[in-house]
């Protein structure tokens, strides 16, 4: 029986260009049960040892998620997919 990770890297990019990185103890099955109810919430709330942020999810552009949530599927999810971005593309 393999091992599931207990806890999950969320990185939050704002309309800013602020960002923001929370590790959550959930493991990544955990997560992605909760992630489309979380994102239409106005206000995500992370409890840390030494203070409470607080984020208006309005103004969150981009959600980036480790491990990856390999386990959605539907309209709108493209599985197998690769970043190409202006940095690497002349890499291949």
């Given at each position: 029986?393999?091992?599931?990770?207990?806890?999950?890297?969320?990185?939050?990019?704002?309309?800013?260009?602020?960002?923001?990185?929370?590790?959550?103890?959930?493991?990544?099955?955990?997560?992605?049960?909760?992630?489309?109810?979380?994102?239409?919430?106005?206000?995500?709330?992370?409890?840390?040892?030494?203070?409470?942020v607080?984020?208006?999810?309005?103004?969150?552009?981009?959600?980036?998620?480790?491990?990856p949530?390999?386990?959605?599927?539907?309209?709108?999810?493209?599985?197998?997919?690769?970043?190409?971005?202006?940095?690497?593309?002349?890499?291949?």
């Open positions: 029986m393999q091992s599931q990770d207990s806890s999950i890297q969320v990185n939050f990019l704002f309309r800013d260009g602020h960002a923001e990185s929370f590790k959550l103890p959930i493991s990544s099955q955990e997560f992605q049960q909760q992630l489309e109810t979380l994102l239409a919430k106005p206000w995500l709330i992370f409890h840390l040892r030494d203070q409470t607080v984020i208006n999810t309005a103004q969150i552009m981009k959600v980036e998620i480790k491990p949530l390999s386990q959605l599927e539907g309209e709108g999810i493209f599985a197998n997919s690769e970043r190409v971005t202006a940095l690497n593309r002349g890499s291949r």
